[in-house]
């Protein structure tokens, strides 16, 4: 698997190219870097053999086919890594250009100002890793896993080889530790640890989502349980719409709580904006008795998508957790502080609770602060961990919460 970087910007291309192979290039499981001057000579390799890419770099501003261009044509083939944008173009234009990229189904990591610092690089890299989409950066090799097959997933199930990693959520207005996401992780012998991006969707179209989901479930409330902490923690996880396909999902998922001693009213179940009900008879049919039996739901990814109002009213999310690509910088970019704004806004008029994504400095934690949002999650605080780091990191956490919250 290889990276692409498509720039008529030689200096550009060159120093991206040393920036990469400086974070260990070979050690994140890409076998090299490809460097195109256009657009159209971009498409013409990632067409011929798009399989053999991984990852690519592309500039916004080129002759001949533009940046925009190249995202609608890198769409047509179907191109299933990931796309990181870069350009000097004003802040707007690069965060309309990744959402346009969004809807035509790419898998954006985010966008990069020009010059790329070897600081803004590494945090969009390893971003990645806590959204619990695509190759993490420095956890070891990890390569694409859209040719493996169902019956290996599904042997991985059975033998326990998926497993969580959890990162905390906290109280921007106390500091305390509210809870924990657990972030599902597949420990392959081949690939190393595959996040889940590389195989939600052959678990999906394998018919394999609810096997996965129950894993990923017991193994949340068995870990909780070993937890001591006073009140006891939430725990959020991550559900697919195809979970929630079944009308006893509420039932089965009562009686996995009940097996592990663990109160429903701790649960959070997350669901992305992206992928909300087109036909939500059956799901809110499923939602509404989930929430009647204590379990909240959160509504996950907010801003990334585009929720009809109406939507949003008539499902009975309890927490709405604001996109990172709107988080990240929104201490200094006017535009995405006012998309914050607004999700702050419409959480209050809808009374359910607000938790930031991706808080990786103490700029935009100041500021998000100041905004009024209720809860946050982040690199400030702490990297996705293992379920046996989680009670020596909530016994530190006293003696790190001045340092990341301040007075």
């Not at 490809?34 to 013409?44: H, N, P, Y």
């Not at 609810?210 to 193994?219: F, I, S």
């Amino acid at each position: 698997m290889k990276i692409l970087i498509v720039d008529d910007d030689d200096f550009t291309t060159r120093l991206l190219q040393i920036q990469l192979r400086a974070m260990g290039l070979k050690d994140s499981g890409y076998a090299g870097i490809e460097l195109s001057s256009s657009g159209a000579d971009a498409i013409a390799r990632l067409a011929q053999a798009p399989a053999d890419f991984g990852l690519v770099f592309c500039d916004l501003r080129m002759p001949g086919m533009d940046g925009v261009e190249f995202v609608r044509h890198l769409a047509d083939t179907e191109f299933r890594g990931g796309l990181v944008l870069i350009s000097g173009a004003e802040p707007r234009v690069l965060q309309v250009v990744e959402q346009l990229a969004r809807q035509q189904g790419l898998d954006v990591l985010g966008s990069l100002a020009k010059p790329v610092t070897p600081g803004s690089l590494r945090t969009l890299l390893q971003a990645r890793e806590v959204a619990g989409v695509g190759a993490a950066w420095t956890d070891g090799p990890t390569q694409s896993t859209s040719s493996a097959d169902a019956a290996e997933l599904e042997a991985a199930i059975l033998a326990g080889d998926i497993f969580n990693h959890y990162q905390p959520k906290i109280d921007l207005r106390t500091g305390a530790v509210v809870g924990v996401e657990a972030l599902a992780r597949w420990q392959h012998p081949v690939r190393g640890v595959v996040p889940p991006a590389e195989f939600l969707p052959l678990a999906e179209s394998a018919g394999l989502v609810t096997p996965l989901t129950r894993t990923v479930l017991v193994n949340a409330l068995d870990h909780a349980r070993s937890w001591k902490v006073p009140g006891g923690l939430d725990v959020a996880v991550n559900v697919s719409l195809a979970s929630l396909g079944r009308l006893d999902f509420p039932d089965r998922l009562a009686a996995l709580a009940d097996e592990a001693g663990f109160p429903l009213e701790r649960l959070v179940l997350e669901l992305s904006e992206s992928r909300l009900p087109t036909e939500p008879r059956a799901q809110l049919d499923i939602l509404s008795r989930l929430r009647l039996k204590g379990v909240r739901l959160a509504l996950d990814d907010f801003g990334n998508g585009f929720t009809k109002l109406a939507q949003l009213r008539d499902m009975p999310f309890s927490e709405l957790k604001i996109d990172r690509a709107f988080v990240q910088g929104v201490a200094g970019d006017a535009s995405r502080r006012a998309v914050v704004q607004a999700a702050l806004a419409l959480a209050r008029e809808l009374d359910v609770d607000t938790v930031a994504e991706g808080v990786d400095n103490a700029e935009d934690l100041a500021c998000l602060r100041a905004l009024g949002c209720g809860m946050f999650q982040g690199f400030l605080v702490a990297e996705p961990m293992p379920a046996g780091d989680v009670a020596e990191w909530l016994d530190a956490w006293p003696r790190l919460r001045e340092g990341v919250l301040g007075s």
